[in-house]
């Protein structure tokens, strides 16, 4: 029995002094995994949303477009319109921008607020032609109206209620030789009533600068006469917008819907194809633009702006430049 258990002793010994790894293993384990959730939870590389589905400045609360009819762009100087040089010397402009073929004012005002060429848009006449019905597409007024958002348009001419559609208008109204009413504060008026009825897209039309170009020709005195009254009177529109304090969260688009020569527009020329293009409110930053502006871009940058999905089949970009953001140049209609 003592034998025994000197066995068991020496066997005890032994296991102390030469017995298995095993108090060692802990150190060969890997440290623990969730120090590294932190890590294999973040994507390679950031994902951003392409620059079209972001508001790029989100303090813009309304979009207003103004269109002065037959605006060449040298005449706005010679005409001495105030107000539109004010908002180029703060804004993004350019004097080059480029109208469609046909240049005249129904086709190139429905690019304009569509967003498309007339191959798409179908609208080829000039004349109010109800039969014809509207321009085909989703247009800016469609776009805004469906995001319940106020839409607005007050027009010289009665043939531009064919852009769009009436249930996406909240409010048109136009002022033609038609109405025979005689005061040239009617457009005014009525845009600055909307303005205080509240809005977040409208769009006013000036037409008297082409009817005064085709009765005594482009850059003729009465012509200049008829565009520094227009200017005037958008000062006022202007002036409602401060008073109301909406100036500043308003996005003002200004451009045209074609030149002129002599006392006619329509051809394929530089002098009725270029029109001004100007950008001027939050968000916009100061400069001459050098990327190609097309009428089309119009309804691009108003949606833009307002955060607004861009159809896929519109053929305007939003003038990225004129927002300090990478530049995308759009072509112009064949």
Not at 41 to 60: C, K
Not at 228 to 249: H, P, V
């Amino acid at each position: 029995m003592r034998t025994l258990n000197k066995i068991w002793i020496l066997a005890f010994l032994l296991l102390q002094s030469c017995g298995t790894p095993a108090p060692a293993a802990p150190t060969l384990v890997p440290p623990p995994t969730e120090t590294l959730v932190p890590n294999t939870a973040l994507p390679a590389t950031p994902t951003f949303p392409p620059a079209f589905t972001a508001t790029p400045a989100p303090q813009v609360s309304r979009v207003l477009i103004v269109s002065f009819d037959g605006l060449r762009p040298d005449l706005i100087q010679k005409a001495q319109m105030q107000n539109v040089q004010a908002l180029m010397q703060n804004g993004a402009y350019t004097l080059a921008a480029q109208t469609i073929m046909p240049s005249t004012t129904l086709p190139s005002h429905a690019s304009m607020l569509v967003g498309t060429c007339p191959a798409k848009h179908i609208v080829r006449w000039d004349l109010y032609v109800p039969e014809n019905g509207y321009a085909l597409g989703t247009d800016l007024f469609d776009l805004a109206h469906a995001a319940g958002m106020r839409t607005v348009m007050v027009v010289g001419k009665e043939k531009l209620r064919q852009i769009t559609e009436p249930a996406s208008l909240d409010y048109f109204a136009f002022v033609d030789s038609t109405d025979k009413v005689d005061d040239p504060l009617s457009i005014a008026q009525l845009a600055n009533r909307q303005i205080s009825e509240g809005f977040s897209l409208m769009f006013v039309h000036f037409p008297d600068g082409d009817l005064k170009g085709h009765d005594y020709g482009w850059g003729s005195r009465k012509q200049l006469e008829a565009f520094e009254t227009e200017d005037e009177n958008f000062g006022y529109i202007l002036q409602t917008l401060k008073n109301k304090s909406m100036y500043e969260s308003t996005l003002i688009l200004i451009s045209a819907d074609h030149g002129g020569h002599d006392t006619t527009h329509g051809y394929n020329t530089p002098e009725d194809r270029t029109i001004p293009w100007i950008a001027s409110g939050p968000g916009i930053l100061p400069r001459q633009l050098t990327t190609p502006v097309h009428t089309m871009d119009t309804a691009a940058t108003a949606a833009f702006a307002l955060g607004l999905p861009i159809p896929v089949e519109w053929d305007g970009v939003p003038v990225d430049e004129a927002f300090g953001l990478p530049a995308s140049a759009s072509e112009n209609c064949n």
